[in-house]
């Protein structure tokens, strides 16, 4: 097995000649981003949305695919991260959305169809009593946030080292610190991080970082500010550092420490919703005090969602007087999204479930094999439908170990990619759709193949 080290040279020579390709493949992409770059920072208005030397920009999708202004067709792997379950313009989304557009976009009044969408997910989710929606995963963990916060009347919250739920103050904390143990303290009690300037240091210091899947450290952790910390928030799956899911004894451990501390415990769905018809608390066996939203929910339109226990919930109660948290939002429950995402999850039976499960496992297991074959030290990572290769000879258990891995071959890896019709995340993350078929996964698994192939020449 060759090591990252002696890979790099072909890896860096594999993405200058792919980033050249790319370049010429795509002169309308290119003129976007000069335009837009004059009005817009960096000339996205999303992060995930660039990469350098410029991003592509989409014409239009359909089904798995998407088809960008250069005119290039592009297997869709990341699904706008995550929340494109059923690929893209999925026919009986379309119709609900037509048959909704018609009726009208927002009312300042209720129209019912946040209640039929509310029923749908407490029926599906049985810890969920009562729901909230918002308008993103970021204001639904605000939400959830502030709600531990109000119950417990304590103010500290707990969260994962590596963890992402949003970009709101009290979660842009210890995302992807610096590695220097100086900044980033010991493994076992990280040092709570920063994630942007502009986070007051009050709020930093209101952050307790856990190490993922280590149970006896968070214990620990836990131990010394018990009584400060009103709620543990944390995902089944970490996102954004790579899909490395939690050790269903670390989620049930850390599960009965909140409980036995009087702490709320938030489990972060807004992505591992897609996992089954219960979201990962169902396959994990977990009952969470409150859980987060996004994502598929919405069908594709802006959404979010926070619920769980009633006597939680009751703090947004405002029908006998001011609710102890005012919860406003313009477009809360909007009628749009709402019909999309009542129509995303019928579509979502056990059977749509299971092939998206059933066919993630087979992915993995032959990237596996196909790592092994080339000789690339490779570790793949994930659950269900979602997955990552870490070009590492480590095994990937939590955000330090992540980091352990190649980026150049990485980035080479989704050049490679791009110029050979498959938009992979620029991070590395992939998950499927229900508009995929076994022949899509031959094709992307062919082209990694080819990739390795070419790497370890
Ligand atoms: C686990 C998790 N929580 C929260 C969020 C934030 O959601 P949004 O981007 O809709 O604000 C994300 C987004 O990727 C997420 O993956």
Known sequence: MATLAELTPRAQEILGREQKAYEIANPKSREAFQRSSQVLPGGVTRQLCYFPPFPCYADYGEGCWFVDIDGNRRLDLFNNATSLILGHRPPAVMKAVREQLSRGTAFQTNTGLETRLAERLVERVPS?????????????????????????????????????????????????????PAVAGPAEAPTAVPGSAGIPPGVVGDVVPLPFNNLESARAVLDRQASQIAGIIVEPILGSVGFIPAEREFLLGLRAEAARRGMVFILDEVQSFRLSRGGAQALFGLRPDLTTFGKIIGGGFPVGAFGGRRDIMA?????????????????????????????????????????????????????????????????VTGIGSMFKIHFSASPVRDYRSAQQASHTIHEALFFFGLNRGLYLSSGGRCCLSTAMGDAEVDTYLAAVEEFLVALAR
Not at 145 to 171: L, N, Q, W
């Open 128 to 180: 969920v009593e009562q729901i909230r929606f918002t308008n993103s995963g970021s204001e639904g963990t605000l939400m959830a946030v502030r709600a531990a916060r109000a119950f417990t009347g304590r103010p500290k919250i707990a969260k994962m080292e590596g963890g992402y739920h949003g970009s709101h103050d009290a979660v842009e904390i210890s995302v992807r610190p610096p590695l220097d």
């Open 315 to 379: 703090l947004f109660d405002s029908s006998s007087g001011r609710a102890r948290i005012p919860h406003a939002g313009t477009f809360n429950g909007n009628p749009i999204t709402m019909a999309a995402g009542m129509a995303t999850l019928e579509q979502l039976t056990e059977s749509a479930f299971a092939w998206l499960n059933g066919t993630g496992d087979r992915l993995r297991l032959r990237l596996r094999e196909l790592g092994e074959r080339s000789g690339v030290p490779m570790q």
